[in-house]
């Protein structure tokens, strides 16, 4: 029987890379636009191989594939496929997380820089026909007094690392799965939370949502930093209490922060952090390039083609 390859949904303008990819292996090829997993569950009966950006891939739709089928997310996470359904479903799970490493670590590089700087909040000020750039920068620190911390350093964070190197900050690290020789080796100084909370004068979040991250950045947690610390989160918004974030910032418990992801995307007009003071918002478009897109479905392509020719994906996903 010919194999079946499936695009579940896309925001692509077009899928040549990923259409040549099934052809090329003599497959047939299908794209919707369809992200409920019960809607999904008829289209993407007995396919061989799903590519999946932002559909909820269920338990209707992992009983409906082959048996031994591939799953490719695009993108970095994989929140959006049921892996319990997958795994026992006999599937395989890949994703993409390696296409915009550079575009995650220049904008989280732009945000910390401008935070440090304060450059949104002298801007307003100037605006507002202000001419006080003192009394709106202080407290403000050279670059060579200023900690910089990482909760998190994978492959973003170390990238961000590199990037910042120039400038004269400390780094320090909390992450469970470095050790002080990995650390080192960065550039950074391992911390337990408690030091990096209380030390850093500004904190890139670059870890995963998991069940211990997830809600981590509480008003407890917010309370140990020092009132001038600042945080960056090109992420998950999953690691940050929103409302304890927006009152901090009222409250001036933190300095600032630059946030490009949310619990909800779109972020609620109802939101309280659209009126909290000291906060770049952006929406979730670290990730974005032109060259970063063709990047990303050049690698799903890839993907397509392994998994037509047998192999695992690139990238698997642990389940």
Known sequence: MTARVVVTDYTFPELAQERAAAQGAAASFVAYQVKSDGELAELVKDADVV??????????SCAAVKRGATIIRYGVG?????????KAAGLKVG?????????VAEHSCAAALTLLRKLATLDASVRKGE????????PMKPFTETTFGFFGMGQIGQAILGRLKGFGFSFIVADPGLSEAQAAEEGAKLVDTDTLLATADIISLNAPATTQ???FFNMTRLSQMQPHTMIVNSARGQLIVEDDMAAALE????GGAALDVFQAEPLPVSSRLRKAPNLLLTPHVAWYSEAAIERLQGLVAKDITRALNGDAPRKPVRM
């Open 251 to 254: 409250q001036g418990v933190i």
């Open 78 to 86: 994989y929140d959006n496929i049921d892996l319990v359904a997958a």
């Open 51 to 60: 590519a999946v950006q932002f559909a909820t891939f269920g338990p209707l």
């Open 95 to 103: 994703y993409v997380p390696d296409y915009c490493v550079d575009e």
């Open 131 to 138: 001419w006080t750039g003192v009394k709106h920068a202080k």
């Open 213 to 215: 991250t997830t809600n």
